[in-house]
């Protein structure tokens, strides 16, 4: 079964620093990895995703994540943060086209304070 | 605009009296799913759909029932709702299958008293 660990419940960061979420998955095969953002009130908007070639994968509003297959991890990194970015992040995993595309996994949110 | 629609967006209940919690999407998408958000735990999916009367069960089916009678649409059933049913629940759609970009709705905040 596949799963997702996201270590850190909240984390606060100063707006201009660099920025770092931790993700950690667990899938037998080759995974479809996701981060999604939710601002408050909101429903999740899809930042990334990575499926295969580049491991460093760019995103919306400046973030990218790297695919480390020796560590099983994706994080999840900006190196600018803006105040704008306080919100909720959430790492996914998603079975390859071998396992079906049907499900997708969540982690449990990392929250995101920035302070001015 | 695309979107997903979800109502109510607020839901006040007591304890089994049945209730509907519609999603509909516009993009002509085959894929729809139901999650339900609680602290701590993240998103957990309820059920999928992969196409008109395609369903399955997600991770946490107990106490809900799906149909996808059309395409656009894909309505979240509590026959007898318990608060333990409480929780913030999203609709969500994408072109196939759930690792395609995933769109989300608005949410549904669902109390049971």
């Known amino acids: 079964a596949q799963s997702v660990t996201q270590p850190d419940i909240h984390i606060t960061v100063s707006e201009g620093a660099s920025l770092e979420l931790r993700c950690n998955y667990s899938?037998?095969?080759?995974?479809?990895l996701f981060w999604y953002v939710q601002s408050p009130g909101q429903g999740l908007q899809l930042l990334l995703k990575?499926?295969?070639?580049?491991?460093l994968v760019q995103g919306i509003k400046g973030f990218e994540a790297e695919f480390k297959r020796s560590q099983s991890s994706f994080n999840l990194r900006k190196p600018s943060v803006h105040w704008s970015d306080a919100a909720e992040y959430f790492c996914?995993?998603?079975?390859?086209?071998?396992?079906?595309?049907?499900?997708?996994?969540f982690g449990t949110g990392t929250q995101l304070k920035v302070e001015l | 605009e695309a979107q997903v629609t979800q109502n109510p967006r607020y839901l006040i209940t007591v304890t089994g009296k049945k209730l509907t919690v519609t999603c509909s999407q516009n993009?002509?998408?085959?894929?729809m799913s139901w999650y339900r958000q609680d602290p701590g735990l993240g998103l957990r999916q309820i059920y999928y759909?992969?196409?008109?009367?395609?369903?399955d069960k997600g991770d946490v089916p107990e106490g809900y029932k799906v149909s996808r009678k059309e395409k656009r649409n894909f309505p979240l059933i509590l026959e007898s709702p318990s608060p333990n049913q409480t929780s913030l629940y999203f609709c969500?759609?994408?072109?196939?299958?759930?690792?395609?970009?995933?769109?989300f709705g608005p949410g549904t905040r669902l109390t049971v008293l």
């Open positions: 990575y499926f295969s070639g580049d491991t």
């Open positions: 996914a995993v998603g079975a390859g086209l071998t396992g079906g595309g049907n499900k997708l996994t």
């Open positions: 899938y037998g095969a080759t995974p479809y």
């Open positions: 993009m002509n998408h085959e894929y």
């Open positions: 969500a759609s994408s072109w196939e299958r759930s690792t395609d970009t995933q769109y």
């Open positions: 759909s992969m196409n008109v009367e395609v369903t």
